[in-house]
């Protein structure tokens, strides 16, 4: 869906912006948003149909998932805890859930200078 789209962009365009990103966008079998540097990427897919949410990042040739669950359980728990009830079924919760990515990946650029491992080169 195109307006998800939009909504990655308007959330991780800082990457582009600020970090020297690429954006690249498939919709292959789910949509794959990629965000690449010249020391690999990182690939945020979604498959909302199956409910499927997945971070990969590859550095080099190495290629690693990202287990939100675990890493960020006390962020996804906040996050289901304040889009529980029945308003909604009738909301779109996609904004707040990329902004919720956005807040992580800053996290993780403020506190470690990388995204998930990958370096940000400035």
């Not at 939009?6 to 966008?25: A, M, N, P, Q, R």
């Not at 789910?30 to 199956?50: A, P």
């Amino acid at each position: 869906m195109a307006f998800t789209r939009v909504i990655v962009l308007e959330k991780l365009g800082f990457l582009v912006t600020d970090s020297g990103f690429e954006f690249d966008y498939s919709d292959e079998l789910g949509e794959h948003f990629f965000f690449k540097s010249e020391l690999g990427y990182i690939e945020f897919y979604v498959w909302e149909q199956f409910n499927e949410f997945e971070i990969n990042v590859k550095i080099g040739n190495c290629l690693k998932r990202i287990n939100m669950p675990v890493l960020y359980a006390k962020e996804l728990g906040a996050f289901k805890y304040k889009h529980r009830g029945i308003k909604w079924w009738f909301k779109d919760e996609r904004p707040d859930f990329w902004q919720m990515i956005a807040d992580i990946v800053k996290k993780e650029i403020e506190t470690s200078n990388s995204v998930f491992g990958l370096q940000i080169i400035k």
